[in-house]
């Protein structure tokens, strides 16, 4: 499945933005969909994913009450509703889709960029 990303852009400490990641081609009930991010100088970590079928959901700690993944299966795509953003929310944002069953996530979109400035 391809994915694309975006939705990115500066905002301040606080604010909002939500990003949205678009599929081509049929995503399979068998698939989770994710969000990752990676800081300048820093690697790439896990912010949230939720379960294609089933919708159930996953964060990272570092976001849990502020972030919050859904989907819309009739657009084919996956949201990610970030609130009160801190500078140290600022990377690049990706979005992933996995067979469920697997750990390794097999399609990448390309990244959007999320800047917050204190």
């Known amino acids: 499945v391809q994915l694309q990303a975006f939705g990115g852009g500066l905002v301040q400490a606080g604010g909002s933005l939500r990003l949205s990641c678009a599929a081509s081609g049929r995503i399979s009930s068998a698939y989770t969909m994710g969000w990752f991010r990676q800081a300048p100088g820093k690697e790439r970590e896990f912010v949230a994913s939720?379960?294609?079928?089933?919708?159930?959901?996953n964060y990272a700690d570092s976001v849990k009450g502020r972030f919050t993944i859904s989907r819309d299966s009739a657009k084919n795509t996956i949201y990610l509703q970030m609130n009160s953003l801190k500078p140290e929310d600022t990377a690049v944002y990706y979005c992933a889709a996995k067979t469920t069953s697997t750990l390794r996530y097999a399609d990448w979109g390309q990244g959007t960029q999320v800047t917050v400035s204190s």
């Open positions: 939720i379960n294609w079928s089933a919708g159930n959901r």
